[in-house]
């Protein structure tokens, strides 16, 4: 799975760079993106909610979190 | 035009010129095509290929893949980046760090700010030829260990380390430890193979590799955790913030493109000659060779002379129109080098140290007219020194 590394960044970058990822996936491919920036929790589910991919997966322990963004069909 | 005194410039690991064809390949990125990569119009496609391009030679010099390569402004950001960028983005699993003893002063001074309050910073002590041993090197892993940095080819003394067996040895030890291995001095010089070396980050800088001293790349492994030092963009998937220096990196990529297919010619040109050096110095009595005979950075000739300081040495061999450094080509200071401190020299001699620095286009006549010069002027010292001879 394509893995975008967004350790150390702060928002907005980890979207960004998230974005970037997922405008290069195929329709339906997952992508996982690393980040450690708390505000990751609300932000992730926002942009998906409002770009239409569907967010699979968002864990967190004490290295930061691990979310999993399938891109939309669209 | 600058005139120079007809001698030996033998000073190329402090500044070294830029090969002509980096060159004429930076030039137009100064000039016409001077787009921003990340821009969306005509001008920036030319600027973004360009870096992808160096990307991959710079890739392609250290058998990495070239997502890893990140561009910095050169060896010492990079050093930087490795020890701060793993220790910040590691900081919930352990903080403590390994080092050489024999380390480059940036590596030193980044590990010791990096544990100015916990301490946790262990120096491997090396033997009198400045060699790791592995097992020393395992033994100073622990459980918390986050990093450890390995210098490929020292820069003051010369020798060059057994990167695979330090890794395997690492590896053996503590397997949540990330490895750097720093080969600001080796690069473009000594065959460098991260997939083989199995090491996470590697540092270079364009000197080694005659292309910009102001550009270099630090690599990274996939799934190696790194925070960026200098953060507000996108620039470098978010690990290297600010605008690129195109024609710095374009330098770097066409440097590293050379340097991978004239590596052989150049170490062997330059290790001949170094050799060569090595003979005449070693004629004047009470001259000792620092580092290793077997196994140097190709062309990197360090000597103690007896009874001679070595920045006054150095200074009357300029009057002779011969350029070197004392000790270090990185800092002339008062203080005893901890790196000849560390192969177990002591003064006088840890204060009488010369470096001499070959490149490709030194020349045999070169090295003869700095080995007389050398002879010359160290019995001249001598004679003048009110200590017994």
């Given amino acids: ?13 980890p979207i960004h760079l998230l974005a970037a990822a997922i405008a290069e996936a195929a329709p339906g491919e997952p992508v996982a993106l690393l980040a450690d920036d708390p505000l990751i929790e609300v932000d992730l589910p926002a942009w998906c909610h409002d770009t239409g991919h569907e967010l699979v997966a968002l864990t967190g322990d004490a290295g930061g979190y691990r979310g999993i963004v399938r891109r939309g069909l669209a | 035009m600058v005139e120079h005194t007809p001698g030996a410039y033998l000073d190329h690991g402090a500044a070294t010129a830029i090969d002509p064809r980096v060159r004429d390949a930076m030039a137009p990125y100064l000039d016409e095509r001077f787009g921003n990569p990340e821009g969306l119009h005509d001008r920036s496609r030319d600027p973004a290929g360009a870096i992808d391009a160096a990307r991959r ?4 010099l250290i058998g990495a893949d070239a997502d890893g390569v990140i561009f910095t402004s050169g060896d010492t950001e990079s050093r930087n980046l490795a020890v701060k960028g793993v220790a910040a983005a590691n900081a919930h699993s352990g903080g403590h760090l390994v080092i050489s003893a024999v380390e480059h002063p940036a590596t030193v001074a980044a590990s010791r700010t990096v544990t100015r309050v916990t301490g946790a910073l262990t120096t491997v002590a090396v033997d009198a030829e400045g060699r790791i041993d592995p097992r020393a ?9 986050v990093l450890v940095s390995i210098a490929h080819g020292q820069p003051e003394i010369g020798t060059v380390q057994d990167v695979g067996a330090l890794v395997a040895a690492v590896r053996g030890a503590g397997p949540r430890a990330a490895v ?12 460098i193979d991260v997939g083989a070396w199995g090491c996470d980050l590697l540092t270079l800088g364009g000197g080694s590799l005659l292309g910009p001293r102001w550009a270099g790349a630090l690599w990274v492994r996939e799934g190696t955790r790194l925070h960026p030092l200098i953060e507000g963009g996108l620039q470098e998937r978010g690990k290297r913030g600010g605008a690129h220096d195109v024609p710095g990196i374009v330098g770097l990529g066409e440097a590293a493109r050379l340097a991978a297919a004239e590596m052989e010619a150049r170490a062997t040109h330059m290790a001949a000659l170094g050799e060569r050096l090595i003979d005449r110095l070693l004629r004047v009595p009470d001259v000792r060779l620092n580092g290793p005979r077997r ?3 190709p062309g990197h000739v360090q000597v103690s002379a007896g009874g001679v300081e070595g920045e006054t040495l150095t200074l009357a061999l300029a009057t ?11 800092s002339a200071a008062g203080k005893a080098s901890p790196v000849l401190e560390a192969i177990g020299l002591e003064a006088p001699w840890t204060h009488s140290a010369v470096l001499f620095t070959l490149a490709p286009s030194t020349t045999a006549a070169e090295v003869d007219r700095a080995a007389k010069a050398f002879a010359e002027a160290v019995a001249e010292l001598r004679a003048m020194s009110p200590l017994p001879g």
């Fill in chain 2, 295 to 297: 196994g140097r950075v």
């Fill in chain 2, 57 to 60: 030679d710079v890739a392609a």
């Fill in chain 2, 137 to 145: 090197l395992a033994a100073a892993v622990r459980d918390d260990t």
């Fill in chain 2, 320 to 330: 002779r129109g011969v350029a070197a450094s004392p000790g270090s080509a990185c």
């Fill in chain 1, 1 to 13: 799975m394509r893995t975008v590394d967004a350790l150390g960044t702060w928002c907005p970058v």
């Fill in chain 2, 180 to 191: 750097h291995v720093d080969a600001g001095a080796t690069a473009g010089l000594v065959a």
